[in-house]
T-cell receptor, first 110, second 112 residues
């Protein structure tokens, strides 16, 4: 049973606009969350993280929001750039093992 | 920077063959993982290891085994390859979950 879900398989956004990628989880014991970015034929690379004691974390153009009551995580990219086109995975953990979502393919249109 | 190296980028194997996928990390990480990535299914954990000679089953271990004889090397073994094991295989290592995983570039395995 999928504990971490990304319900949008794909998303297209104009360059310069905001990209919002969503992630839902079912296990209330998850206390640490990550976003990964993956280009074709490469391994995923770490993007940004958030602990359950926070509800927001920013790193440059990337902001992750956590709503624990809704068990919902989102990644905002502002402004979006063509180089952001990739597959984005969210991941959640209670210990050393992470559970990954199914991924959202983001296309940023120049 | 931590490097996780997977020995092959692309492999084509025949049904019934025994297949070895090798993964080496160079930063003394305790934890190593094998995932497979399939469209619409995301990353699914096959096996993981928190120490030398230690292994734990993940969510989809059937048809696979692993070996960790040295800390830096974690091998995934397909005992008898089948076409449903055609996939992208990703190895990862970590020292602590706060830093997430470092992934290798992946091995695209095709079983014919």
């Amino acid at each position: 049973d999928q504990q971490v879900k990304q319900n949008s398989p794909s998303l297209s956004v104009q360059e310069g606009r905001i990209s919002i990628l969503n992630c839902d989880y079912t296990n209330s014991m998850f206390d640490y969350f990550l976003w990964y970015k993956k280009y074709p034929a490469e391994g995923p690379t770490f993007l940004i993280s958030i602990s359950s004691i926070k509800d927001k974390n920013e790193d440059g153009r990337f902001t992750v929001f956590l709503n624990k009551s809704a068990k919902h995580l989102s990644l905002h990219i502002v402004p979006s750039q063509p180089g952001d086109s990739a597959v984005y995975f969210c991941a959640a953990s209670t210990g050393n093992q992470f559970y990954f979502g199914t991924g959202t393919s983001l296309t940023v249109i120049p | 920077d931590v490097k996780v190296t997977q020995s092959s980028r692309y492999l084509v194997k025949r049904t019934g063959e025994k297949v070895f996928l090798e993964c080496v990390q160079d930063m003394d990480h305790e934890n190593m993982f094998w995932y497979r990535q399939d469209p619409g299914l995301g990353l699914r954990l096959i096996y993981f290891s928190y120490d030398v000679k230690m292994k734990e089953k993940g969510d989809i271990p059937e048809g696979y085994s692993v070996s960790r004889e040295k800390k830096e090397r974690f091998s995934l073994i397909l005992e008898s390859a089948s076409t449903n094991q055609t996939s992208m295989y990703l190895c990862a290592s970590s020292i602590d979950r706060l830093y997430g995983y470092t992934f290798g570039s992946g091995t695209r395995l095709t079983v014919v």
